[in-house]
Structures are given as C-alpha cells and as structure tokens.
C-alpha cells in the first residue's frame, strides 16, 4: 500500500511541476490560453501539498506495517521459546 502511495505523489509532484512550469512560460500570458499564471501557480501549489499529504500517509502505512511484521515476528519468537 506505502508503494502505491509514493508513486501517487509523486505523480502529483510531477504534474504540481508542470503546472507552476506553465505558469511562468508565455503560454499562461497568451490571449486564450486556458486559465491566467495566478491559477496555474494555485493549481501546481494545491498538487503540490495534496502529494506532500500523500506522501505523508504513504511513510505512516510504512511505518504501521512494519510495526506489525516486528510485533509478528515477536510473536512467533515467543512461541518458540
């Protein structure tokens, strides 16, 4: 699940690129292009946070599976045992 997560974010850390690349090329200044630089940069900053937050929930699925391999682990050792 943290895999599929990090490669979420970064996907939306690729596309928040593009939009604030677009932003500051002409092509956002040109009549009928869609949308103005202000709108490019909000939309680049708003994917930028969304894949920050998702690459936050992709570190916490990690950490919690791992905990539970190690509380697993524990488990079967003390059986053993």
Do not use: H
Not at 23 to 52: C, E, H, I, K, M
Not at 55 to 73: C, D, K, N, W, Y
């Amino acid at each position: 699940m943290g895999r599929n997560l990090y490669i979420l974010a970064a996907t939306l850390t690729l596309f928040s690129l593009v939009s604030c690349g677009l932003a500051y090329a002409n092509f956002a200044q040109q009549p009928g292009s869609p949308g103005d630089a202000s709108l490019w940069r909000t939309t680049g900053l708003g994917l930028f946070v969304l894949a920050l937050l998702i690459a936050l929930a992709g570190i916490l699925s990690s950490l919690f599976e791992q905990a539970e391999r190690r509380a697993e682990q524990a488990r079967r050792e003390k059986r053993q045992r």
